[in-house]
């Protein structure tokens, strides 16, 4: 909807899966062709290929608040991730909440992790020690 909003003059393809995107993905490049289309992050495809955002106009509740009326013509509203532990955990053990408060990484180091096991074939556990033993000054920073 929100390319008709912008009038775009796109054909609107629905691919129906993830596959399906990603199959597409493969063949364009492989082609050497351009594809549009909606994705999220974090990723392995970020780490795959060279992907370029499109930049759509800012989002705003304003903007939002026409869905109902299929008027939306902004970027999606940012996810805001946060964690959630016992509310007791703080006085039961106090290293383990300060090192969950402390705890940030960022959608580049999730991407890196994902794709070491999508498409290097590394094991979770392998790639989260990778990304420990290079990042050390990160996770050192998390400890209480």
């Known amino acids: 909807q929100i390319i008709e909003n912008l009038g775009m003059d796109f054909q609107i ?11 597409a993905l493969s063949s364009a490049e492989s082609r050497q062709e351009p594809l549009l289309f909606y994705f999220w992050t974090p990723h392995s495809i970020h780490a795959k290929y060279d992907l370029t955002r499109v930049e759509l106009p800012a989002y705003s509740d304003e903007c939002y608040a026409k869905a109902d009326t299929n008027g939306v013509d902004c970027d999606y509203p940012e996810d805001i ?10 006085e039961a053990a106090p290293d383990a909440h300060a090192l969950l408060t402390n705890m940030s990484y ?33 996770w050192k920073s998390w400890l209480p």
């Open 81 to 90: 991730l946060f964690k959630i532990f016992w509310s007791g955990l703080a």
């Open 13 to 23: 393809v629905a691919a129906g899966s993830e596959e399906a995107i990603l199959s």
């Open 106 to 138: 960022s959608t580049e180091d999730q991407i890196q992790m994902i794709a070491a096991v999508e498409l290097d074939g590394s094991t979770p556990e392998d790639a989260a020690r990778a990304w420990l033993d290079a990042h050390e000054d990160v």
